[in-house]
């Protein structure tokens, strides 16, 4: 069990976050001022896995009138808590009511929240992004997102999938992600990242790099790993990432003219080597104006993003 800093003062009722992410999942209390991390344990099927979700909480939900947030990428059905066909989530996730489940099974409420707002309210609530009236929040692991706070309040927009940047298509073609190929989510995720290393390498329009096996899928972390070695192809790579990233935050800044963007996921830990491309793209795209107002800060809450956003959802709901 792990404690997890926050800023929250103590709830009543007692509040417990589910953070469902496309390769793992983690279940938290918020205890007095401390949001706590109670498990975490990888992503499967859906029946196993909300079997796991069952028996983390079963030792620490008390009382009769538990309050629960659950972050989970979309799309979703917020309002009837239902997960409805998140692409980075297995097929057998498709219609889950995952509110209806988890209520039956121990009481109280349940809200569900797309990860990206979930994950914007963290930011702004315990972060980066505490202080602001106007935020972005850029979710970059096995997908691409974003939150949007805009005059003090989290935006949602009708369906809550508002500021789904990595739907954008960047390009008329490239690597498929978020179902759409040339989407920026294709060019800048964890898999985008690979997928395209990937495919050029295949089709012969880089040089095949020592770190590369035919027999054994490339990931991101390896292309990063290899980037700070001094590759040159992976860094190539790193900085390709970093101008769709630009780009996608250009498009950001120019439509909402935040006063900080905050990107979370693997940017903190990639920063040098994503940050030339990012500020190149930026340069060439954004609005001179907004861009000079904005600034671009890594997350503040790391690998408990997600516990915190659980819990953020909760609360948000709450008030």
């Given amino acids: 069990m792990s404690v997890l800093s926050s800023s929250s003062s103590a709830a009543s009722p007692a509040i417990f976050g589910l953070d469902i ?50 972050s989970c990428g979309g799309p979703l059905d917020a309002k009837a808590g239902v997960i409805v066909s998140p692409p980075n989530l297995h097929a057998s996730w498709y219609g889950a009511p995952i509110v209806e489940r988890l209520t039956a099974r ?57 500021g789904e940047i990595g739907h954008v298509r960047l390009r008329a073609d490239g690597p498929v992600g978020y179902g759409k190929a040339g ?27 020592a770190w590369y096996s035919p027999t054994v899928p490339i990931t991101t972390q390896q292309i990063a790993t290899a980037a700070v070695a001094g590759d040159a192809v992976a860094t190539r790579l790193m900085h390709d990432a970093g101008g769709s990233l630009g780009e996608a935050l250009a498009i950001l800044i120019d439509l909402f003219n935040p006063e ?42 790391g690998d408990t993003i997600g516990s915190h956003g659980a819990i953020a959802a909760a609360l948000h709901a709450l008030r």
């Avoid at 505490?130 to 935020?135: F, K």
């Avoid at 979710?139 to 706070?149: C, E, H, P, R």
């Avoid at 294709?186 to 089709?203: C, V």
Wanted: neutral net charge; aromatic residues 8%.
């Fill in 183 to 209: 989407s920026a989510e294709g060019f800048y995720s964890g898999g985008g990242i690979a997928r395209r290393a990937t495919t050029l390498i295949e089709r012969g329009e880089i040089p095949v790099p």
């Fill in 260 to 301: 900080r963007v905050v990107i979370g996921g693997f940017f903190p830990r990639c920063r040098a080597l994503l940050e030339p491309g990012m500020q190149a793209a930026l340069e060439r795209e954004a609005l001179p104006g907004p861009r000079a107002a904005c600034a671009i800060v890594p997350s503040a809450l």
């Fill in 21 to 70: 992410g496309g390769t793992k999942c983690a279940v938290s209390a918020l205890r007095g001022d401390a949001v706590v991390e109670v498990a975490r344990f990888a992503t499967g099927d859906f029946e196993p896995t909300f079997r796991q979700l069952v028996d983390a909480l079963a030792p620490v939900v008390q009382g009769t009138s538990p309050v629960f947030g659950i």
């Fill in 106 to 162: 121990f009481g109280g409420r349940a809200f569900l929240m797309n990860d990206a707002n979930a994950c914007a309210l963290a930011e702004w609530r315990f972060g980066a992004g505490r202080g602001t009236r106007h935020m972005i929040f850029i979710t970059s692991g096995t997908g691409l997102g974003s939150g949007l706070i805009l005059n003090g309040e989290l935006f949602e927009g009708t369906t809550g999938d508002a």
